[in-house]
């Protein structure tokens, strides 16, 4: 499978793990590392300055998200935020009860501070999903217990693309008197954001700004106690010198992002929704997942039998196209994605396509034009073949 690439362009399918830098983000974060570059903390007149870029990126992240200016706090990643919300919101709460309550499909952050809960001597309880991926409100809610003290409920699943329904278990928690965390990672800047969450986390490069800013909303009167060292910096909130060029470049990035949400939005959802149509026409033995209808507009996931998804990742690589896999299957781990499995689908020859913004129907041509032919050639040499290829 080695040899040059062809002459012909591919295209960037990987905008889930990281959208390229948005040209508003770019412009701003020029323009902020020459003007923001002193410490916000300090009294003279260029920190003055780096204060007021910071507070002024604060104010446009807010404004997207429909939060209060002080309820926003700029972290060094989404993964940071996620921790931070999580162990934040257990620890202000212990008295309370050690009860934690995750969906199944939650990002591998949410996961770990849950296994860390879980070893610190906690309680957690997975609520499990259909075969789109998605919680059911009811035993979500079923789930909640007087010593809970927190639950996480993602805003859209990070492998398939399945809107999860927030709304629904925000009231259950809310009726029981529990925090919800959401992590909007996959869904900040690209689609409206359900409310009546207590905390979010987001992640600056999924909307096309710099890599090493995240977001962490946490709401007024929901109680939250640092698991980290006391630090001045962010409200007491995140500990470590405060990447003001970072924060102004996130915001710019989201502002424009939720701005070309209602034309891009609807354009990237028809590009995806060729691809699941025409994946299982041109392809034999395939199973498309996610939820076709209450979905983001820019993932689709696809698994192929007989294909090992490494392979056909390192076969469309070399024919110009860089997708993904839903999969977290390694040389090391040899595990296949926990969303998969928890879904009940076929968790191998697993392909995330992620649109990202400006990204063309030629583009999407291209791809459903060179894969029947790339996972054509990994079945035979695996010497597989299907009913349709012998005919």
């Not at 390229?20 to 983000?25: G, K």
């Not at 003279?44 to 200016?69: E, F, I, K, P, T």
Request: proline share 6%.
């Amino acid at each position: 499978m080695s040899g040059p690439r062809p002459s012909a362009p591919g295209a960037y399918f990987d905008a889930a793990s990281t959208e390229p830098l948005h040209p508003a983000a770019r412009a701003a974060l020029l323009d902020a590392l020459e003007t923001g570059w002193a410490d916000p903390a300090r009294l003279y007149g260029a920190a003055r300055g780096a204060r007021m870029l910071l507070d002024r990126a604060r104010s446009r992240v807010a404004a997207v998200l429909g939060v209060r200016l002080d309820e926003v706090f700029f972290t060094s990643s989404g993964t940071q935020a996620v921790h931070l919300a999580v162990l934040g919101g257990l620890r202000a709460r212990r008295r309370t009860g050690r009860h934690l309550v995750v969906g199944q499909v939650e990002h591998s952050s949410v996961l770990h501070a849950a296994e860390l809960h879980e070893r610190d001597g906690g309680e957690v309880t997975r609520v499990g999903v259909d075969r789109y991926g998605r919680v059911d409100p009811a035993e979500f809610a079923a789930a909640l217990r007087p010593d809970t003290v927190l639950a996480c409920l993602q805003t859209a699943n990070h492998e398939v693309g399945t809107v999860q329904p927030v709304q629904e278990v925000a009231e259950a928690c809310r009726a029981a008197r529990v925090p919800l965390f959401t992590d909007a990672a996959q869904s900040a800047g690209r689609v409206d954001l359900p409310g009546d969450w207590s905390m979010l986390a987001a992640s600056a490069h999924k909307w096309g700004g710099p890599a090493g800013v995240g977001v962490l909303v946490i709401r007024k009167n929901t109680r939250w106690r640092s698991p980290l060292p006391d630090d001045e910096r962010e409200g007491r909130r995140v500990p470590g010198f405060e990447n003001v060029p970072g924060a102004v470049a996130a915001a710019a990035a989201l502002e424009a992002r939720h701005a070309e949400m209602a034309a891009e939005g609807p354009r990237l959802s028809a590009l995806v929704d060729r691809i699941r149509r025409e994946v299982p026409r041109l392809v034999p033995d395939v199973e498309v997942v996610g939820d076709p209808v209450r979905r983001l507009p820019h993932i689709v996931t696809f698994s192929c039998l007989y294909v090992e998804g490494e392979a056909l990742l390192t076969e469309l690589d070399r024919l110009g196209f860089a997708v993904s896999s839903g999969s977290s299957c390694t040389a090391d781990t040899l595990r296949p994605s926990h969303v998969l499995e928890a879904m009940r689908v076929i968790t191998h020859g697993n392909v995330r396509v992620s649109l990202p913004r400006g990204v063309k129907s030629p583009d999407v041509d291209r791809f459903l034009a060179v894969l029947p032919d790339a996972v054509s050639r990994l079945r035979r040499s695996a010497g597989m073949t299907t009913a349709r290829q012998e005919a």
